[in-house]
């Protein structure tokens, strides 16, 4: 072997030399590589859902077995240990704290039963009704979907100003110009607390419903339509035969997602009627934030918490394998 040496003081090896060594290259295991590896890219994604989510739900959880009130809110390690106390205290419904979540739990289903209802309804309409092809269409859609793209904030807040008991839109129309009621009602206190805030929810959530349902329809084959006209099907038997067995998938998660929006829903309630909510409008969500941040009982309100989660999870434990069972009967 010969080696020279350039007049830049760098070393060449000769004809004879043997090659330098390679480097080598980091590689995954064979069996990360073959079955872990979607796994391994969706690690980041994990860890921020810990860090932003599950992190504070634990610390929630801890918080539902102790005695935290304004007394421990500077150093809330402090407080003391009370066990299930908090539950016992949410469950009773023979006392003052129980009755009212009772209440609240109630409200909040009927109000979310009639507004992910209504919301289905007017999404799975409109879809049907813009599936074919005419002059303006897209512009429609647009429209349609206006409610949704609106900031939830900022859509409340108009909606509670058409509310007014004086000079609002509602009575306006309702007692001024079709004479419907006898008197202004008043629509943010009272039962009527109730028909506003399913009135806001929907008016906010169906254009999801339509959005999700019109991209549903749009993987069914027309041919089925046309054979079935040709057939002599009408078109509430195409929806019955076609559209809602075929949609059915799609059905199954949005029910969901609509039940659990809904059911959570803070926003719509907490603007429309501050933090003091109605009793006909006292959804489970702003009950929860009254408990914690007005009565400064943040143990009592994160046994409510821990309970909502608890119960949320289980309609999704049932909700999913029924819904599945039904369809694979059907099918």
């Not at 004879?16 to 969706?42: N, W």
């Not at 980041?44 to 810990?50: F, K, Q, S, V």
């Not at 009704?129 to 269409?137: A, E, K, P, Y």
Request: charged fraction near 15%.
């Amino acid at each position: 072997m010969t080696t020279t040496t350039t007049p830049s003081g760098v070393r060449r090896d000769g004809p004879g030399s043997a090659p330098p060594p390679r480097r080598r290259r980091f590689r995954l295991p064979d069996r990360i590589r073959r079955g872990g590896l979607p796994y391994l890219f969706l690690l980041p994604a994990l860890l921020l859902e810990l860090l932003v989510h599950i992190g504070p739900m634990l610390v929630g959880i801890l918080m539902s077995f102790k005695e935290l009130t304004q007394f421990y809110i500077r150093d809330w390690g402090r407080a003391p240990w009370v066990g299930l106390d908090n539950f016992r205290l949410t469950v009773d419904v023979n006392a003052p704290v129980g009755a009212a979540l009772l209440r609240s739990f109630a409200v909040t289903c009927a109000f979310t039963v009639l507004a992910v209802g209504l919301s289905w309804l007017l999404g799975a309409a409109a879809a049907i009704l813009t599936q074919d092809s005419f002059r303006g269409r897209g512009w429609l859609r647009a429209l349609f979907l206006t409610p949704y793209a609106l900031p939830a904030y900022a859509s409340v807040i108009v909606w509670a100003f058409m509310f007014q008991h004086d000079n609002g839109l509602v009575n306006h129309v309702v007692h001024d110009q079709l004479g419907l009621t006898g008197q202004r009602p008043f629509w943010l206190i009272g039962d009527n607390s109730f028909v506003a805030l399913v009135t806001v929810s929907v008016w906010r959530t169906w254009p999801f419903a339509f959005l999700i349902l019109t991209a549903g329809l749009q993987n069914i084959p027309r041919d089925l339509y046309e054979a079935s006209a040709i057939d002599g099907a009408g078109v509430w038997r195409q929806i019955r035969a076609i559209t809602l067995p075929s949609l059915a998938p799609i059905n199954q998660v949005l029910v969901l997602v609509l039940f659990l929006w809904t059911f959570n829903d803070f926003n719509v309630p907490y603007v429309l009627f501050g933090k003091s909510a109605p009793e006909a409008g006292d959804l489970i969500a702003v009950h929860i934030y009254q408990s914690s941040f007005v009565t400064w009982n943040f143990g009592t309100g994160s046994a409510m918490s821990v309970l909502l989660l608890l119960f949320l999870l289980l309609v999704t434990a049932v909700y999913l394998p029924v819904t599945a069972k039904w369809r694979g009967r059907d099918a």
